[in-house]
Every structure is written in structure tokens, then in C-alpha cells.
């Protein structure tokens, strides 16, 4: 059958996982790597020497040319060096081909090419790639060949992390000891291991590339600094779940199946509720597994994009007026025998384990919500929070009607005696069949929701990696259990201190449970008298990295060094700043050699159109002659506000980089750029299409 593909055969060919291992690799070897990957710990060297010998041969049976130490700096995309497997020619005139251990745990990429935000000046290069062994190895197939990809760490000379995965490898380690020892205290003798899970929802846009050329904006930044929106956007949501062009049914099928080769589990894809807006989420997976998988996904995506004749946009706005583009993070705790911890049962009333868990992210959540906020802070996500198709920008929990009565019943009582259950659906419709549906509803507008038996945390942008916030939510939960066991511990009578903390950490934390619409200004108004932080810029949020309560509790379970910190403050509003520059520049380019050009023609048009009637004797029409007025007036105001965009950027730039720089750009240069944006977007409606230098919005949506 013509375009016949069998996903079970092809799912995670091209990657060295657990089954390839063990069919190459020498019993011991295996078992040895095995029990590393398990427990942690060092490989030797001799070990190491085989696993690379092995992981060569079956990537050059792939048509491995080259292979890399796949990483992910702090610039929020992946990095890679490729070298060959040659390593000397023989005197027969062939090449030794060869992969030592070595080169397997150790790479040594330029570490003053990369943010450090100060750990490292321009002269200290040093750096170290190391292998993660608990995220496998993979062979991706390109344009450029076959290479062998192997997922590593980034560190400094001194060993600070310069990257995402190293935090979250320690986070994870800080979860897992103190969920165990939680797990303890209940009588569980026989789980090893906890692991959060984490499935990514990931949102993007398509567009042809011919157009995405077209578009100096789309190209410098990933936005549209300019456009006026359509005649029909997603008015009438009828994109949303819409039937899939077969442009796009292509290009999905495309991409799941080089996503299915290299292991990732993409599993749902459908239209999103913008014109051109689509949806692609994978199966859950251990944490820095589903962080990986990720950056292959917007990586594959991009790529298989260009050769359908398409661009994919992951900006989180790439167009004003319609919905931009998030990533959900679902987020849950399992143990290594296969107990998911946020599963409330039936009857999540008597389920006490789950309620204490419960209560300790409730805690956890309210004490360090602006923390969260800032793991999902970026330039492009400034354009989404609160914007009424994104969660608010304040930090909020959604339990849904059978937990928050529990929580009430708790509170208000001190005791709980029942748990609200789902009830028949019923349809009206004699040939449906008839099912229990959920015991509580869902809520679009909450940033941290609980679906059922995860949590899913709505605020991230399309662009980010997923490390960031699930590296929060290990260690605000690492400290809310190792709290909770420092207490329980030292408890007389187990059961009634569990049920007195569960009971207190509900009460003294219940202003951060928000059941309803996100989305409102009473909402706005309530979370204020709540006491709840609303943090609605990124470099607003920065300052969350290193307050001294998040500072004591990132090195109390060694996740982060104050350092680290620091240095992740210093990238982050370099980032920032260098971001709205660049945004500037390239709107103050467009404005000069595109649209004032373009406005001038169109007004030499009109004028010479209403000239030559009058000079015939008649009268210009006053429909002529107020386009010519108004477009005169609004070509005044876009010369001004370029004037000043120019001033404000020039100041700016000038300045020592740093915070106040990204503030002067947040509160003056942003501003600066909305009054340019205004009158220009207001001539597009005026200009002639054939004149105007720039597809629309219109052309860019409805056009794939």
C-alpha cells in the first residue's frame, strides 16, 4: 500500500536503546552500564571502551558518518560538533575507523562561545561535554547524513552547570530522595526509585517558506513586528480540532515517522485554535528523557517543515490579534514499580498518602510561585500571560470540584467523609452508549491544573525548553517533602500528624487554589487581596532565580550553586535585552527601506490621481482626497515614532548590559515599538496590496 507505514516497526530503530544494548553488548558490560543507568555511578574506562566500540558499529550499520556530544546551553536550543569516526589513514591507503570510550564520555566544546553569564571570560575556552547515559544515544538522518547523537551534560573548567540537563538531573535526584523517604514513613518497603514524568504538548505554526522569505520581520526575529489582522481570524474556532489539510496530514506524517525512528512517542496531532496553528504531544516519559524528546521534536519539525515548502514558526507570537503558541507540561511522580503518586483513587477522601502529597504541592506552589512564573519567563511568552488565550500571568492551582471539596471539608471541619463521584452522562440519544463521565470538569485557564492524575503547568512558550519548569517543580517538591519528613519523623503518633499537616498546609495555603475563570479582571482583582504575585514581564520575573529563600533552598539539594544562579540572572537579561534589540533593529529597518518607501509611492499615487482631476477642471472625489490626508497624517506619525524608536534603541544599546539595561528595554524601547507598530499597521489597510512591501497576515494564515 502506497505510503504504508507500521509505526511498531519502525518505533526507535535509530536509537541504542535497552534492546540494542543488550543484543551487542557482552553480558557483563551490559549489566554493568545497566545497574549505572539504575543506581548512578562511575563508568570505567575499559567498560566505556567497549559500550563506544559497539554504539559505533551499530551507528555506522545506520550510515553514521559523524558522530557529536549533543547538549543543551543556556541559549535554549540544542548544540552539537560533529567529528568523523576516521582517525588515521593505514598504509594501504584505507582509514581506521574507530570510537574510544574516551571520546564517549568526554567532549571538550568551547565554553566562552556559550552564555555563563560571567562564569567564563572570553580567554577561559574550557569546557566539558559529559555523557548522560540514562537518556540513550540516537542516529539522526538528514540532509546532511547520518549522525550519531549522543546526549550529554555542559560544564565549566570549575564545573558549574552551563547547561538545562544538569539541573534537572540533580533535581531529579533531590525528588527522588525525599519522595522516598516519604514513601517510607507509609510503609512502602519495596519502591527503589521515584521518577517524575513528564509529557510535552507542543504547539506550532506553518507557513510557506516563500512568504516566511518575504518577511525581513519573520527572518530576524520570528514574529511579525507588523500586520493588521485579517478580515476572519479564529472568530469562529473553526480550526480548532478541523478536519487536517492534506498538505498537513503530509508533512505530520513526515514528521512522526522520523520522530517514531529516533524513539520519540508522538502520539496526538491535531489544528489548534488559530489559522495555521497546530498541536503535536508526546506519551510521558522519565523527566530528562521527555526534556530531550522535546528538542528533537522542535528540531524535526522545523526541518521536515523547509522540505514541504514550509516554515514552522515556535515564536511564541508570531502574529498580533491571534492566539500565539504555548507548551503544556504535564507533570507527575511514579515510583519504579509503576504507583503513580498523584492518583487519588476512587475515593481520594481516605487516600491519605495522595492528600499529603497533595497538600505538600499545594505549599509548595503558593511558597514559591513566583518561581515558577519565571521558569516559564521569556521575551516571546511577554506577548501570551494574561493575554486571554494563555494562563495568567499569576500563578494559580486548579483541583476541580471533587478535591477543592475535600480541601473545604478539611479546612472547614478538620475531618473529611466523602469525595464527590463522577455521574452518568446522559446523551438523550437511545443508539449512544451511555458513560461515567469525570467527577470534576477541566480549566483551560489555569496555569497549574490537575487533570487527574498529573498536573499540567499551561504557561510555558512554544520556543522553551521544558527543563527550566520541571526543574522547579522537582525541587519545590523535594523541599515541601523533606519538610514534611523532618517533621512525620520525629512524630509520636504518625496518623495524627499526617492528618494535622495535610490539614495545615490546606489552610495556611488555600489562597493559591482558583477554581475559576483565569481569565477575568475580578479574578485580577482577587488574586491581588489573596496576596498572590502577578508578575507580568520577564525581566520581572528574573529576580526570582536569586531571592535568599530560593538561593537556600536550590543549594540545600545541591540542584544549583548561588553562582549558578547568579550567572543564569546575568543570561537571562542579556537575553532579553539582546532579544527586544534585535526586534528594534529590525523594525527600524523594515520601517526605513520598506514601508516609508512604500507609503511614499502610494501617497505620490493618490496625489498625482487627485492633481490631475483637478487641473482637468473637475473635483477629486472626497473619498481621494481623505486617503490622501490620512495616509499623509499616519506617514507623519510612523516618521516620529521611528525617530524616537531610533533614539530610545541608540540610548539603550549604550548601555552597560545588565538589569537596568533590560528594564530601560522593557519600559521604554517596548513602548517605543507599539507606536511605530500603530500607524504602520493602520497604512497597511490604505496601501495598495500590490504595493504594500510585505505579505499579510491574510496571505501567511489562509495560504497553506
Known amino acids: 500500500m502506497d505510503g504504508y507505514v507500521n509505526a511498531a516497526e519502525i518505533f526507535g530503530e535509530n536509537v541504542f536503546n535497552d534492546t540494542v544494548m543488550q543484543a551487542r553488548l557482552p553480558k557483563k558490560i551490559y549489566n554493568k552500564l545497566k545497574k549505572i543507568i539504575e543506581e548512578g555511578g562511575e563508568l570505567d574506562l575499559e567498560t566505556a571502551d567497549v559500550i563506544a566500540h559497539e554504539m559505533k558499529e551499530w551507528a555506522i550499520e545506520k550510515g553514521a558518518t559523524h558522530f557529536t556530544h549533543w547538549f543543551q546551553p543556556l541559549t535554549g536550543v540544542t548544540a552539537e560538533k560533529h567529528d568523523s569516526f576516521i582517525t588515521s589513514p593505514l598504509p594501504n591507503g584505507k582509514v581506521l575507523m574507530s570510537f574510544s570510550g574516551k571520546e564517549l564520555i568526554k567532549g571538550e566544546p568551547d565554553a566562552s562561545s556559550f552564555p555563563s553569564g560571567g562564569l567564563r571570560a572570553t580567554f577561559e575556552a574550557r569546557g566539558y561535554t559529559a555523557w548522560d547515559c540514562t537518556s540513550p544515544a540516537f542516529v539522526r538522518q538528514d540532509d546532511g547524513g547520518a549522525t550519531l547523537c549522543i546526549p550529554t551534560a555542559f560544564y565549566s573548567y570549575n564545573g558549574e552547570a552551563l547547561d538545562q540537563k544538569t539541573p534537572l538531573l540533580r533535581s531529579m535526584d533531590a525528588i527522588n530522595d525525599q519522595a522516598l523517604r516519604l514513601l517510607r514513613l507509609f510503609g512502602n518497603t519495596t519502591s527503589k526509585k521515584v521518577i517524575p514524568q513528564v509529557g510535552a504538548e507542543q504547539e506550532y505554526f506553518l507557513i510557506s517558506s516563500e512568504n516566511f522569505y518575504k518577511r525581513k520581520d519573520l527572518i530576524y526575529t520570528g514574529r511579525t513586528l507588523f500586520g493588521s489582522s485579517p478580515a476572519k481570524g479564529q472568530e469562529l474556532d473553526d480550526h480548532y480540532f478541523g478536519t487536517i489539510r492534506q498538505k498537513i496530514a503530509s508533512f505530520m506524517k513526515d514528521v512522526n515517522i522520523e520522530l517514531w525512528k529516533m524513539g520519540?512517542?508522538?502520539?496526538?496531532?491535531?489544528?489548534?485554535?488559530?489559522?495555521?496553528?497546530?498541536?503535536?504531544?508526546?506519551?510521558?516519559?522519565?523527566?530528562?528523557?521527555?526534556?530531550?524528546?522535546?528538542?528533537?521534536?522542535?528540531?524535526?519539525?522545523?526541518?521536515?517543515?523547509?522540505?514541504?515548502?514550509?516554515?514552522?514558526?515556535?515564536?511564541?507570537?508570531?502574529?498580533?490579534?491571534?492566539?500565539?503558541?504555548?507548551?503544556?507540561?504535564?507533570?507527575?511522580?511514579?515510583?519504579?514499580?509503576?504507583?503513580?503518586?498523584?492518583?487519588?483513587?476512587?475515593?481520594?477522601?481516605?487516600?491519605?498518602?495522595?492528600?499529603?502529597?497533595?497538600?505538600?504541592?499545594?505549599?509548595?506552589?503558593?511558597?514559591?510561585?513566583?518561581?515558577?512564573?519565571?521558569?516559564?519567563?521569556?521575551?516571546?511568552?511577554?506577548?501570551?500571560?494574561?493575554?486571554?488565550?494563555?494562563?495568567?500571568?499569576?500563578?494559580?492551582?486548579?483541583?476541580?470540584?471533587?478535591?477543592?471539596?475535600?480541601?473545604?471539608?478539611?479546612?472547614?471541619?478538620?475531618?473529611?467523609?466523602?469525595?464527590?463521584?463522577?455521574?452518568?452522562?446522559?446523551?438523550?440519544?437511545?443508539?449512544?452508549?451511555?458513560?461515567?463521565?469525570?467527577?470534576?470538569?477541566?480549566?483551560?485557564?489555569?496555569?497549574?491544573?490537575?487533570?487527574?492524575?498529573?498536573?499540567?503547568?499551561?504557561?510555558?512558550?512554544?520556543?522553551?525548553?521544558?527543563?527550566?519548569?520541571?526543574?522547579?517543580?522537582?525541587?519545590?517538591?523535594?523541599?515541601?517533602?523533606?519538610?514534611?519528613?523532618?517533621?512525620?519523623?520525629?512524630?509520636?503518633?504518625?496518623?495524627?500528624?499526617?492528618?494535622?499537616?495535610?490539614?495545615?498546609?490546606?489552610?495556611?495555603?488555600?489562597?493559591?487554589?482558583?477554581?475559576?475563570?483565569?481569565?477575568?479582571?475580578?479574578?485580577?482583582?482577587?488574586?491581588?487581596?489573596?496576596?498572590?504575585?502577578?508578575?507580568?514581564?520577564?525581566?520581572?520575573?528574573?529576580?526570582?532565580?536569586?531571592?535568599?529563600?530560593?538561593v537556600k533552598m536550590f543549594e540545600r539539594f545541591h540542584v544549583f550553586t548561588d553562582s549558578e544562579l547568579q550567572s543564569r540572572s546575568e543570561v537571562k537579561y542579556e537575553n532579553y535585552a539582546k532579544t527586544i534589540n534585535i526586534e528594534a533593529k529590525a523594525m527600524i529597518n523594515i520601517a526605513s527601506k520598506q514601508v516609508i518607501p512604500a507609503v511614499i509611492k502610494s501617497i505620490h499615487g493618490?496625489?498625482?490621481?487627485?492633481?490631475?482631476?483637478?487641473?482637468?477642471?473637475?473635483?477629486?472625489?472626497?473619498?481621494?482626497?481623505?486617503?490622501?490626508?490620512?495616509?499623509?497624517?499616519?506617514?507623519?506619525?510612523?516618521?516620529?515614532?521611528?525617530?524616537?524608536?531610533?533614539?530610545?534603541?541608540?540610548?539603550?544599546?549604550?548601555?552597560?548590559?545588565?538589569?537596568?539595561?533590560?528594564?530601560?528595554?522593557?519600559?521604554?524601547?517596548?513602548?517605543?515599538?507599539?507606536?511605530?507598530?500603530?500607524?504602520?499597521?493602520?497604512?497597511?489597510?490604505?496601501?495598495?496590496k500590490e504595493d504594500w512591501p510585505m505579505p499579510s497576515y491574510g496571505d501567511m494564515m489562509f495560504e497553506v
Not at 504535564?330 to 492518583?343: E, H, K, Q, V
Not at 477642471?617 to 481623505?626: C, F, H, L
Not at 534603541?649 to 528594564?663: L, N, T, V, W, Y
Request: glycine letters at 6%; proline letters at 5%; aromatic letters at 6%.
Open 264 to 550: 520519540v512517542t508522538s502520539k496526538t496531532q491535531h489544528n489548534e485554535v488559530a489559522p495555521a496553528q497546530h498541536e503535536l504531544a508526546c506519551i510521558y516519559s522519565n523527566a530528562n528523557q521527555a526534556v530531550d524528546m522535546n528538542q528533537i521534536v522542535m528540531h524535526t519539525l522545523r526541518r521536515i517543515a523547509s522540505k514541504h515548502g514550509m516554515k514552522c514558526l515556535l515564536h511564541e507570537k508570531p502574529f498580533d490579534g491571534v492566539n500565539g503558541s504555548g507548551k503544556h507540561n504535564n507533570w507527575s511522580l511514579a515510583t519504579d514499580d509503576g504507583i503513580n503518586l498523584l492518583d487519588p483513587g476512587s475515593t481520594p477522601h481516605e487516600n491519605i498518602q495522595f492528600l499529603l502529597i497533595l497538600s505538600c504541592i499545594v505549599k509548595a506552589v503558593d511558597e514559591h510561585a513566583g518561581l515558577l512564573r519565571e521558569s516559564a519567563a521569556d521575551p516571546g511568552n511577554d506577548h501570551r500571560l494574561g493575554a486571554n488565550e494563555a494562563p495568567p500571568a499569576i500563578v494559580s492551582i486548579f483541583l476541580g470540584n471533587q478535591l477543592e471539596d475535600v480541601v473545604t471539608q478539611l479546612v472547614d471541619t478538620g475531618t473529611v467523609s466523602s469525595s464527590k463521584s463522577g455521574s452518568m452522562l446522559d446523551t438523550g440519544v437511545r443508539s449512544l452508549p451511555e458513560f461515567r463521565k469525570d467527577a470534576t470538569d477541566r480549566n483551560r485557564t489555569s496555569p497549574f491544573a490537575f487533570t487527574g492524575n498529573k498536573f499540567e503547568f499551561r504557561m510555558l512558550g512554544s520556543r522553551d525548553s521544558v527543563a527550566p519548569p520541571n526543574v522547579v517543580l522537582n525541587s519545590i517538591m523535594a523541599e515541601a517533602f523533606a519538610d514534611a519528613c523532618d517533621e512525620l519523623e520525629k512524630a509520636e503518633n504518625f496518623d495524627v500528624a499526617v492528618h494535622d499537616m495535610i490539614k495545615r498546609n490546606f489552610s495556611e495555603h488555600q489562597r493559591v487554589i482558583f477554581n475559576e475563570n483565569g481569565y477575568s479582571d475580578e479574578w485580577v482583582a482577587e488574586a491581588q487581596r489573596r496576596g498572590l504575585p502577578n508578575i507580568k514581564s520577564m525581566v520581572d520575573a528574573i529576580p526570582e532565580l536569586t531571592k535568599p529563600e530560593n
Open 606 to 688: 493618490l496625489a498625482d490621481t487627485v492633481n490631475s482631476v483637478k487641473a482637468a477642471g473637475s473635483a477629486a472625489t472626497s473619498v481621494e482626497e481623505e486617503l490622501l490626508e490620512k495616509s499623509s497624517a499616519l506617514l507623519s506619525e510612523t516618521s516620529a515614532a521611528l525617530k524616537k524608536l531610533i533614539e530610545v534603541d541608540d540610548f539603550a544599546s549604550a548601555m552597560e548590559p545588565g538589569e537596568k539595561q533590560a528594564h530601560y528595554y522593557y519600559e521604554t524601547v517596548v513602548p517605543a515599538m507599539a507606536d511605530l507598530r500603530r500607524p504602520v499597521d493602520e497604512l497597511e489597510q490604505i496601501v495598495d
